[in-house]
């Protein structure tokens, strides 16, 4: 079993839907999450980490769900600009430091 | 500008010839890490380093290496690269359990 697993993709939408995704982790130590986004052939950028008590920025909500070790991210009226790959990304302190585990990615259209 | 800059960007070169791909940041991060992303494999972690002098292996070391003699730089080495090493290669840094920024890529070819 992978250590972060993510929905298959790839999600087609049309513009103003709702989507969301998912993401399940194995290590019940794992210290902060994220939700990155990747354009094709572009490096990653950050969406937004992942907190606890659940957070918003603008059209994107993030929830974590420590007990079930369970991510998710919220898109609300997708827009064309947010086709891209959402990756989820959790941090885990290992014996020999603190390591980065990248879910393998959700890619997402988004069609006028 | 606050950023991770890598070079080459591309790089394509022959089975065993050794090189080196550079990584600098200017946002004295303590953490810095190299990713190879592969098709359906998504971004794998080779080597990160927690500070200066201390480095430990991610998910995919073999037929790597790296050295962190200063904050700034963290430098990939392979001393034999093979055609399975033809990757797309991400250098990213970040405060410790922080958000990660990451360099443009380098994507390399080993014929």
């Known amino acids: 079993r992978k250590e972060v697993e993510q929905d298959p993709g790839p999600f087609n939408v049309p513009e103003g839907a709702t989507v969301a995704f998912n993401c399940t982790y194995s290590n019940s130590a794992s210290q902060s999450f994220f939700w990155y986004r990747q354009d094709c052939r572009k490096e990653p950028k950050l969406l937004m980490s992942?907190?606890?008590s659940g957070n918003e920025d603008g059209r994107f909500t993030a929830q974590l769900n420590r007990a079930s070790q369970y991510i998710s991210l919220l898109i609300r009226d997708s827009k064309l600009s947010d086709s891209a790959t959402y990756l989820c990304v959790v941090n885990n302190w290992d014996t020999g430091g603190f390591k980065t585990i990248f879910g393998a990615g959700t890619r997402l259209f988004v069609k006028a | 500008e606050a950023q991770v800059t890598q070079n080459p960007r591309y790089l394509i070169t022959v089975t065993g010839k050794k090189l080196t791909v550079t990584c600098s940041q200017n946002?004295?991060?303590?953490?810095m890490s190299w990713y190879r992303q592969d098709p359906g494999l998504g971004l794998r972690q080779i080597y990160y380093s927690m500070n200066v002098e201390v480095t430990d292996k991610g998910d995919v070391p073999e037929g790597y290496k790296v050295s962190r003699k200063e904050k700034r730089n963290f430098p990939l080495i392979l001393e034999s690269p093979s055609p399975n090493q033809t990757s797309l290669y991400f250098c990213?840094?970040?405060?410790?359990?922080?958000?990660?920024?990451f360099g443009p890529g380098t994507r390399l070819t080993v014929l």
């Open positions: 990213a840094s970040s405060f410790i359990g922080g958000e990660q920024f």
């Open positions: 946002m004295n991060h303590e953490y």
């Open positions: 992942v907190y606890s």
